[in-house]
Structure formats: structure tokens, C-alpha cells
């Protein structure tokens, strides 16, 4: 398929899908004139993509893990880094988690005196520890 039809089909635009290929991520093949043609895997590639964008992976380590994807590379260094991939995003969902809880303590104090005291105790709480 074509540049355009990968993009439709994957719902990503034409301009991502020239990054990935400057990046390395993505590689079609050429056509006599120089024209991309992407093979029908290149949706689910595509997807895991942005799967992994989405967690927050640089294109650098999106790289990297690849091989491990493509040709399941089963070796000691793979899955070590697939560990760590997986231990940074295991700490940023922590975060989030204390974000949107410290947000609901917001949320309940400004509903009404009644609801915000124990938010306003536990952040006292956190100031002190901090």
C-alpha cells in the first residue's frame, strides 16, 4: 500500500509516518520512480508505534526495542530493557496516580468545607514529610 493508505488506515498522518521512516521505525519499500510502498504488517507496526509513544518512549528507545518485537528476540539485554521500559512507565503511572488523587483532594475542598478538611490535613501531612 501506499503512504496515503497506511495513513488512513492507521489514522496516523502522512507527515508521522515520514518521521518514522527518518527515525528508522518504519521502512517501506521503493518503487522504480522512488515511491513508498508499505507492506500490510506495516499497520500493526504502525500501531505499536504509537502504542509506545503513547508510554511515553523516546523514537531512540522505540528503536531499540523493535528487534525484540520483530524478530522476538529472546535474549538476556531484551528483556532486560523491555524490564526497564516497563519499570519507567510502572513510576509514571505511580505519579499520575498521586497527581489525580492530590487532584480529587482539590476537588472535594473546593465542594465544601466539610469534604476539603481531610485533604487539607493530608497535604499538611505531606509538607511536613517532604
Known sequence: ???????????VSVRALRYYEE??????????????HYAAAAVDRVGLIQTLYAAGLSSRTILDLL??????????????????????????????????????GVIAYSEGPESGCAFLESERALSRSA
Open 1 to 11: 500500500m501506499r503512504i496515503g493508505e497506511l495513513a488512513a488506515r492507521t489514522g
Open 67 to 104: 528487534p525484540c518485537v520483530d524478530a522476538r528476540v529472546n535474549t538476556p539485554e531484551s528483556r532486560a530493557l523491555l524490564r526497564a521500559e516497563r519499570d519507567r512507565i510502572d513510576e509514571r503511572i505511580a505519579r499520575l496516580a498521586e497527581a489525580r488523587d492530590r487532584l480529587d
Open 23 to 36: 527515525q528508522a521505525l518504519l521502512v517501506p519499500e521503493r518503487s522504480g520512480s522512488g515511491q513508498r
